[in-house]
């Protein structure tokens, strides 16, 4: 067997794939900073997305389910906040809190 001494040097030749290593506070919130802006991407597009296709959201959602338009912007709407809410009290608000008090 040919044993070889690399020295101090070694430490490229410690890789096991598997082995987990803690996150960074600089990786959490870099992740959360970009979750959050897709998210808020994806919200403002699904708010142009229904400002542009309001009449066949209408005819769609009012044939399969008999909704009025009333109950239609109700519920829209309602689900547009939630996921607001959601959003901010999951990426924003504690990206801001990494970012300026950690």
């Known amino acids: 067997m040919v044993s070889v001494d690399v020295g101090a040097d070694a430490d490229y030749l410690d890789f096991d794939p598997y082995r987990r290593k803690p996150m960074s506070m600089e990786l959490l919130r870099s992740f959360l900073g970009w979750a959050a802006v897709c998210n808020i ?47 901010f009290a999951f990426f924003v608000m504690p990206y801001i809190a990494l970012r300026f008090f950690v």
């Not at 400002?51 to 829209?76: D, Q, S, V």
């Open 41 to 87: 991407a994806f919200l403002s597009l699904m708010f142009f997305v229904f400002l542009a296709a309001r009449e066949m959201i209408y005819r769609l959602h009012g044939r399969w389910f008999g909704l009025p338009k009333e109950t239609i912007n109700a519920i829209l709407y309602g689900a547009m906040a939630g996921y607001k809410l959601a959003i």
